[in-house]
């Protein structure tokens, strides 16, 4: 298994600006991701996170909106850009453990209300 | 592409009663097949997984059965309690990839 840190775990922001959430694992990692749960919603991949390369974005998301950062093999970030209400969302990072019958684990999430 | 079907919430049973929820799914190759829960106010947890036919995942007192005939993975738990009102997800991982995909979610209450 793995732990999984996320910061912060909530957040009030302003519509225009940009959040940036912190991921933390406490072991070495090949996959990251990252998603989003709009209210009342189930999970939808935004990026695979992959370290020291860009990140693979699904269809409906793009960079410029969502950069995300992989330095290290234990951390990863992703940026919500010039965010608007629409934005609200829970934001989890998750890691896949294990080659066969991968798992994959969730942090707590990033609770973003924006106003 | 691949998918997951899960019945409609909201469920709600009294406290003791039998929980089913189903799910069903498409997939080409060999997917593993998981169940996730999240509680009221919190992020998602693995509940239990089975990672071939007809192998059982079983935690907490819940069920499930990987059924290959049927391409299904339903969840059950003989005697609820009210501490498990949650949503439950589906969720299934492709062989050799590392994408998972959830059903929608089923939201069940449990009453007292």
């Known amino acids: 298994s793995a732990v999984i840190s996320q910061k912060p775990s909530r957040d009030i922001c302003q519509r225009g600006t940009s959040l940036t959430i912190q991921c933390q694992v406490d072991?070495?990692?090949?996959?990251m991701f990252w998603y989003r749960q709009q209210p009342g919603q189930s999970l939808t991949l935004i990026a695979t996170?992959?370290?020291?390369?860009?990140?693979?974005?699904e269809s409906g998301f793009v960079i410029d909106k969502f950069p995300i950062s992989r330095p290290n093999l234990t951390f990863s970030t992703l940026t919500v850009s010039n965010m608007s209400p629409e934005d609200s969302s829970i934001y989890l990072c998750?890691?896949?453990?294990?080659?066969?019958?991968?798992?994959?684990?969730f942090g707590e999430g990033s609770w973003l209300t924006v106003v | 592409g691949d998918s997951v079907t899960q019945m409609e919430g909201p469920v709600t049973l009294s406290e003791e009663a039998f929980l089913t929820i189903n799910c069903t799914y498409t997939?080409?190759?060999?997917?593993?097949l998981f169940w996730y829960v999240q509680y009221p106010g919190e992020g998602l947890q693995l509940l239990l997984k089975?990672?071939?036919?007809?192998d059982k995942g079983s935690n907490k007192g819940f069920e499930a059965t990987y059924r290959k005939e049927t391409t299904s993975f339903h969840l059950e738990k003989g005697s609820v309690q009210v501490s498990d009102s949650a949503v439950y997800f589906c969720a299934l991982s492709d062989t050799g990839g590392f994408k998972t995909i959830f059903g929608a979610g089923t939201r069940l209450f449990v009453k007292a």
């Open positions: 997939a080409t190759g060999y997917p593993s």
């Open positions: 072991s070495q990692v090949t996959m």
């Open positions: 998750s890691v896949a453990t294990g080659y066969s019958g991968n798992t994959i684990y």
């Open positions: 089975a990672t071939k036919a007809d």
């Open positions: 996170a992959n370290q020291g390369s860009e990140a693979t974005y």
